[in-house]
């Protein structure tokens, strides 16, 4: 029977895949999706597991160099070895977002993914908003709407925000408040956020 | 956070072997669970084998089958052309589970495999059967407003968390996995465990074992399915109660009806005398207030939790009048 077979129809395939630990390659038919074959990926070395490693992070688009231990969060990489303070630690528990930074230019939580994990990967935080003096536009919105009292939440909501008017959801207030609803602000400055979001996405150029 | 060995493979084969060889290794997709666990001491694994790298993350239709691969992200199955259009209850679940932040990181095998919310069980300071089998569930005579009215025991109360889980059981999924023994096809309904006197296992999975798909069955009731999730605030929080429902009608009656709910069980709650209380018959409220004694028969509420039994009752009747039932 064929891999692909054994599993769309639920049946058990008893094939041995691994002896004893040590990593053997699956063979087995042609499958339309690559996931049929979980097995069949591409040859690679396997690296030793090891408790610290040399991680590059493109932080604003300079490459930085740091040798971490596993456990450090992207989060805490940043800020207590290559002084990145603009993503702050709130919750470090995934609730408060003030810790939001970009990968690849998406959203994430820095306090919920390991440095390790990251590496080689553009990281964008909020100083790497604006050119020279000029403001990014959420940030002159954030300004203009006057959207923060004690400024805690405020790097994260700005990341945030700017990958919310990229994905496109923004079209309401209600799309603003449900896709702004991973950043939490103490201060309760929601209906300022929103309207420097509005702002910001109406404007156009980011 | 204790200290670990941190790796990442390209190969399922060498994660899969790595973990296995490993008592106290564990998987790690997006991280937004496991880094918690990790922070609070409630998993303190030596070995994390990074599944971020594999290549996992498919999504599409093969013979009548939806494939999900473990590693796609939330955020992605969510918005997915294909799993919106045909299979809307899990597009929903997902987009109604955590934040955009979360949703972009978070893979769908790290979500099936999130542990409950149940605060005694986060809290390592406390007694807990499910992270320290015999020492006890303050639950029961505690704190139990969060905690599950169906399938309990006298040894845990927590109520499974998982959206995309509740959406997954309403459509028969399978959940694929790759072991050191080899492959296996979980139905959904055999996953996920009842605590029984065992509540610290909590899943079929084996030490080792990987998720590596899961698969659903394209079907009618799937392609109008709905999920409906009432919560303590609007957005961003984890359901009080939620119903994922899939049911197509025909003549006026109900052919064919899949119901499933979260935050009132131990584990995603599939209601057979719910669903037998609707099929072939019209959506009524007689028929509605059936399925919803039904669904609540032999429910055990706690001190703090009795609403539940009536709130998942009027989600049921909420959700089937989108279906164009009467409540
Ligand atoms: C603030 C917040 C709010 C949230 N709200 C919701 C909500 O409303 N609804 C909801 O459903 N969820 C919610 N979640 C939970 C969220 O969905 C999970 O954290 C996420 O899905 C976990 O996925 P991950 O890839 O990050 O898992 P990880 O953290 O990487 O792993 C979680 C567990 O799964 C195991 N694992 C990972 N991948 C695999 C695999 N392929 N095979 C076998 N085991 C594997 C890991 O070993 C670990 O034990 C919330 C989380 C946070 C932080
Ligand atoms: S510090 Fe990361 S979400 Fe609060
Ligand atoms: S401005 Fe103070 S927390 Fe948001």
Known sequence: MADSDALSTGERSRRNVLKAGAAVAVSGGVAPLALAHPAVAAESALPPPASTAEVTLRVNGVRRNVTVESRVTLLDALRERLGVTGPKKGCDRGECGACTVLVEGQRVKSCMTLAVMEDNRDITTVEGLARGDELHPVQAAFIQRDAFQCGFCTSGQIMSAVACIKEGHTGSHAEIRDWMSGNLCRCGCYPNIVEAVRDAAKGGKL | ?327
């Open chain 2, 1 to 327: 956070m204790k200290l670990f060995d941190y790796a990442r493979t390209s190969r399922v084969s060498d994660a899969v072997g790595l973990v296995a060889g490993h008592p106290g290794g564990a998987f790690i997709g997006g991280g937004t669970e496991l880094t918690n666990l990790m922070k609070d001491g409630v998993l303190a694994p030596d070995l994390v084998v990074d599944v971020g790298a594999l290549a996992l993350a498919d999504i599409g239709v093969r013979k009548g089958q939806l494939l999900i691969g473990a590693t796609a992200r939330m955020g992605d199955v969510a918005e997915h052309p294909v799993v919106r259009e045909r299979f809307p209850v899990i597009s929903e679940a997902l987009l109604a589970s955590a934040s955009p932040q979360v949703r972009n990181r978070a893979t769908i095998g790290g979500n099936l495999m999130q542990r409950t919310r149940c605060w005694y069980y986060r809290d390592v300071g406390s007694a807990c059967n499910k992270r320290e089998p015999g020492s006890g569930c303050p639950a029961i005579g505690g704190q139990n407003r969060w905690h599950a009215i169906h399938g309990g025991s006298d040894h845990c109360i927590a109520v499974h968390p998982s959206d995309l889980a509740v959406s997954l059981t309403a459509l028969d999924a399978t959940v694929l996995t790759l072991g050191p023994d080899g492959r296996r096809s979980i139905p959904i309904g055999d996953f996920y465990r009842l605590p029984g006197s065992t509540p610290d296992q909590e899943t079929a999975l084996r030490h080792g074992e990987l998720i590596t798909a899961v698969e659903i069955p394209e079907s009618g009731p799937a392609a109008g399915s709905r999920y409906l999730k009432l919560r303590d605030r609007a957005t961003f929080e984890f359901a009080v109660v939620s119903v994922a429902a899939a049911l197509i009608q025909a003549g006026g009656v109900v052919t064919d009806v899949r119901l499933a709910f979260g935050g009132i069980a131990t584990r995603p709650w599939r209601s057979a005398g719910a669903e037998e209380a609707l099929r072939g018959h019209p959506l009524t409220q007689a028929t509605i207030a059936a399925a919803g004694r039904a669904l609540v028969d032999g429910a055990q509420p706690r001190e703090h939790n009795a609403f539940k039994v009536e709130l998942v009752q009027r989600a049921l009747a909420d959700i089937l009048e989108d279906f164009g039932g009467r409540k």
